[in-house]
């Protein structure tokens, strides 16, 4: 009975968000939009006993069906990706760990707020090299706010000119702001994945600033849970459910503000997350790994260099390259390998074996490294009957290239979007702020990857209806046997998504 008018009471505010949409219309900046992000989602989190206001959000809402975490699977690509509309080729923020040569010659940093900062200075050039939703927003004189209870540089990201503002636990922009914040929602909550504090503390700051009437365009708000309880305890653990209905309940909050605002204030609502969730069967680290078998030195050696799976070879030495990939073929924890491909638009890689950077968007003119390899990954269900686990270190996690980890929901509903409508067609984060742009009917700068989801908007172009599957396959033949790669890319017109890759090794006979 409990969740029976919990979901009438979310049908009323959907009714209540769209009844006006006549109106007025969005261009004019008359209905604003709220991004909702909760870190590490799962889709089979989303059911009535642990996400009740998630999911019966969910029952009126549209509805993306096959939407696509960036890949590397991590959060700072994901942040900085759906807050560029663009991939990691084209805005050049590669992993949780990357690799700037001008900041540290020899070894990854990593993407806290305070090592971000250091990269436009020591480039002489921007830290995205792809234009944000902020920078577009402060052109037509509009404001963007981001609320985060994740790492600073996850927060920063999402806002990185800091066209308005971005609060989070351990970092307030612009430094004049953080007095107010302080003075208004009260001391910083406690750091650590256990307190759920924060959580609490963002949506306080959210309600305060980003959903009134004098607020911001674009409001933000990432809960860095379920995914930091689940990195801890595991997939479905009491931590991890804990957690999914902390910030659910955060989410109840945001839901019954908005239920109470008058005709003037009305707000689009999308809701994605940064990536899926695997088990982790724990793996020799890939440092570890290229030391041992003669290609880097040490850990502190500059010959090769590991930022997460990229691996950077001193002065793209081919013969090192291919050894390096070879030996990654014979290692059962190792799945998909990509290399540079010979020219833009070839799926192969270089090498022997690989698939390019290109096919998987990920194939930056400067910052890519010479090999990318992902986690071997497969369906084996975990304690609590959740499937997919890979060869990585650690409980539970995410990054690599399965299925569990790439596929993600995606939710909307407002003024500007259709009822209840479903979309079979491919989306991705990169799609979000497309999609913000085109219900203000802003101008969509060069080089931004994403699409707008035209086909979930209440006045939609025309779009390209039909999508295709396509497989792409590779090998390398060895004296031990056959190492085997296939990509399920699903194509729309000019749009392409990675769906997973999956390795297979065949012994010889």
């Known amino acids: 009975m409990k969740l029976y008018f919990r979901y009438l009471f ?4 959907m009714m209540s968000l769209q009844r006006v949409y006549a109106q007025g219309t969005s261009s004019l900046f008359q209905v604003k939009t709220l991004i909702v992000f909760f870190d590490g989602l799962r889709p089979d989190y989303i059911t009535e006993a642990q996400m009740p206001n998630l999911f019966a959000f969910k029952q009126l809402s549209a509805l993306g069906k096959q939407h696509h975490s960036v890949f590397p699977t991590v959060t700072r690509v994901n942040s900085a990706s759906y807050a560029t509309g663009a991939y990691p080729g084209s805005h050049g923020l590669l992993g949780n760990s990357i690799y700037i040569p001008e900041v540290a010659p020899g070894k990854a940093i990593g993407t806290t707020y305070e090592d971000l900062i250091k990269i436009p200075a020591a480039t002489s050039g921007p830290l995205l090299t792809a234009k944000s939703l902020g920078e577009v927003l402060a052109e037509a004189g509009q404001k963007m706010m981001v609320f985060s209870s994740g790492t600073t540089g996850q927060a920063f990201l999402q806002n990185h000119t800091v066209n308005g503002a971005v609060v989070n636990p351990g970092l307030i922009l612009p430094e004049t702001f953080k007095a107010q914040v302080l003075n208004d929602i009260g001391a910083l909550p406690e750091a650590g994945h256990e307190g759920m504090g924060r959580h609490k503390w963002i949506t306080d700051a959210l309600l305060k600033y980003g959903l009134v009437k004098n607020g911001p365009l674009v409001s933000a708000i990432w809960f860095s849970d379920p995914d930091g309880a689940a990195h801890e305890h595991g997939i479905g653990s009491e931590q991890a459910v804990k957690a999914i209905r902390y910030v659910d309940g955060q989410f109840g909050r945001i839901i019954e503000a908005l239920r109470t605002k008058g005709p003037d204030e009305r707000y689009n609502i999308i809701i994605s997350t940064d990536h899926g969730f695997v088990t982790h069967v724990a793996r020799q680290g890939l440092a570890d790994f290229l030391i041992k078998e003669g290609f880097k030195k040490d850990k502190e050696s500059d010959d090769v260099v590991v930022a997460e799976g990229a691996i950077y070879v001193k002065n ?15 290692q059962e924890w190792a799945g998909a390998v990509f290399t540079r491909g010979l020219k833009k638009g070839d799926p192969n890689g270089k090498v022997k074996g690989t698939l390019s950077f290109d096919l998987i968007h990920y194939d930056h003119p400067k910052r890519s490294g010479d ?3 992902a986690p071997n990954w497969n369906d084996a269900k975990n304690d609590k009957g959740y499937a997919g686990t890979d060869f990585a270190g650690g409980v539970a996690g995410h990054g690599g290239a399965s299925p569990y980890e790439i596929n993600i929901a995606l939710l909307a509903s407002g003024p500007d979007f259709k009822h209840a409508a479903i979309t079979e067609l491919p989306t991705s984060n990169a799609d979000i702020v497309p ?13 931004m990857d994403g699409r707008a989801v ?3 908007l209440q006045n939609p172009q025309k779009v390209n209806s039909t999508s295709q599957k396509r497989l792409v396959k590779t090998e390398a033949a060895y004296p031990w046997g056959t190492y085997k790669l296939s990509a399920e890319m699903s194509v729309l017109g000019d749009y392409q998504y990675f769906n997973y890759a999956k390795t297979e090794r065949m012994p010889a006979r």
């Open 10 to 13: 979310c049908l009323f505010l």
């Open 316 to 330: 793209h030495d081919e013969k090192t390259i291919n050894g390096i990939v070879a030996a990654l073929h014979k």
């Open 371 to 373: 090999i990318l390899v």
């Open 435 to 447: 999609t913000v742009l085109a219900i203000y009917n802003l101008p969509k700068p060069a080089g």
């Open 454 to 456: 035209t086909e979930l």
